[in-house]
């Protein structure tokens, strides 16, 4: 299994990390990565809720206990103060409350501190809850009421060189501290530390973009449900040439996820290019013989998220194909993907990405527009962008380094005059999740590369 190798070629995976890689994941969506895409695979099951937080918790253990300090001591930080309120969580705590706290409490304060020499981290939780064993209690407000005053004496207990919090200017997910908490930690704080308060926005980021073992054996498995979703959308099942409007698909997925017990990160888009007709269709459109569906469409399941669009084609009566111009339309993007993946290299930035695969790409005649993205926890995730849909020049969102072990939506567009359609400019846009190890970027669950059809009669 391939797992396996994974498993060993990362040597900072600790103790946990092999639990959670030895314990039972087949009750799970466990599939291999796979560059070839099933034109429409079977709904994996979803696992009942007990089983998720079994599996969610298992998971988090290992991230807390692997990426915590790999990433403390390779940013040199020796104490990460996070902060949150009870549904006001910032975004990195939401992804450190195990499965039975849904919530902040009230005030929820965690402290990671690397004491050094080889010493293990310690994970701490100044809060009046406790947080699933994960961190250990270090308040007793019976004896100290002010929480900010107890962090403050935890804080000079340790007298760290540098005291991480999340602030950014840049990214939302190094952003969660607000104004008012920030003040009321530097009041607490002896003067003399406060030189020493630095920005977390590096740590928020390798912490949510990093992805496990555990986590790359359910990931495929989770886009396949998003795979299997979607070809259900774009099948008669759903679809009536002539009835169904791209409004009826966008609710249908929503219900559809309803009775699955899933959730969307963002509503479906579903539109219509049309020959003849400018740009694209959505709404109350009514989908017609000879149109070209467009999908966007994500979910998140086991605190992984999917991020797919997908294309299909309208048979007219008679028809066995879709016309030769969309079939080259869509190879396009797909050759645009390969470039893409290409050009991946641990320390590259994604303007440097964007900007080689944007040259390789119109060099051999294909006019694109690249705007992918990192994927994870968060749909639009931590990490450097590759490119905008509306600015494809460099820009700060993309000048921070590609890290290995990080999973990428590789999205894109190309366009294309289509003969069949009096030479109608086309756009092909595609969206596929995929992983990179270090070395390559491989798809997770495959990708489109025929154009799904859809019977007319």
Do not use: C
């Not at 979703?229 to 929503?254: M, N």
């Amino acid at each position: 299994m391939r797992l396996t190798g994974l498993a060993q070629r990362i040597g900072w995976l600790g103790s946990v990390a092999a639990m959670a890689l030895a314990a039972p994941l087949a009750a799970a969506p466990a599939l291999p990565l796979s560059d070839t895409e099933e034109a429409a695979p079977a709904l994996p099951a979803v696992l009942p809720a007990r089983e998720q937080a079994e599996l969610i918790n298992r998971i988090l253990a290992e991230r807390l206990d692997t990426i915590i300090p790999r990433i403390m001591r390779e940013e040199g930080v020796d104490l990460w103060l996070l902060m949150a309120r009870e549904y006001f969580e910032e975004p990195v705590v939401a992804t450190m409350l195990d499965a039975e706290n849904m919530h902040a409490r009230r005030r929820t304060i965690l402290i990671f501190h690397d004491p050094g020499e080889g010493k293990p981290t310690e994970r701490l939780t100044v809060s009046r809850y406790g947080l699933g064993g994960l961190f250990a209690p270090a308040w007793k407000p019976e004896e100290q009421p002010d929480q900010w005053a107890a962090v403050a004496d935890i804080i000079a207990a340790r007298n760290p060189r540098k005291i991480a919090v999340n602030v950014s200017d840049l990214s939302a997910f190094g952003d969660g501290m607000t104004v008012s908490q920030y003040n009321l930690l530097r009041a607490a704080l002896p003067p003399e530390y406060h030189p020493r308060i630095v920005t977390g926005e590096r740590l928020a980021t390798r912490w949510l973009e990093t992805r496990t073992p555990a986590e790359m054996a359910i990931y495929p498995g989770i886009v396949r449900i998003a795979h299997a979703i979607i070809a259900e959308a774009f099948s008669r099942k759903v679809i009536t040439p002539g009835v169904t409007t791209t409004q009826d698909v966008q609710w249908w997925y929503r219900d559809r996820l309803r009775t699955l017990g899933l959730t969307p990160w963002f509503h479906p888009s579903v539109t219509i290019q049309r020959a003849g007709a400018k740009g694209m269709r959505d709404g109350a459109t009514v989908i017609q013989p000879g149109d070209l569906l467009w999908t966007d469409f994500g979910i998140t399941y086991l605190r992984l998220s999917t991020d797919t669009q997908h294309l299909a084609y309208v048979l007219k009566p008679g028809e066995t194909a879709a016309p030769a111009g969309l079939q080259r339309g869509l190879a396009n993007s797909n050759r645009v993907q390969d470039i893409m993946r290409g050009h991946f290299a641990v320390g590259r930035s994604g303007n440097d990405v964007l900007a080689l695969s944007r040259r390789d790409a119109m060099a051999v005649g294909i006019d694109p527009s690249i705007y992918s993205h990192p994927i994870g926890t968060h749909g639009h995730g931590a990490g450097p962008s590759i490119g905008f849909w509306d600015n494809q020049n460099p820009e700060p969102r993309g000048a921070g380094a590609i890290y290995p072990d990080t999973a990428w939506s590789i999205e894109l567009t190309t366009y294309s005059a289509v003969p069949e359609w009096n030479g109608q400019r086309v756009d092909f846009r595609t969206e596929e999740d995929a992983f990179f190890d270090g070395t390559s970027v491989r798809f997770i669950d495959g990708r489109q590369t025929a154009i799904t059809l859809i019977p007319s009669d």
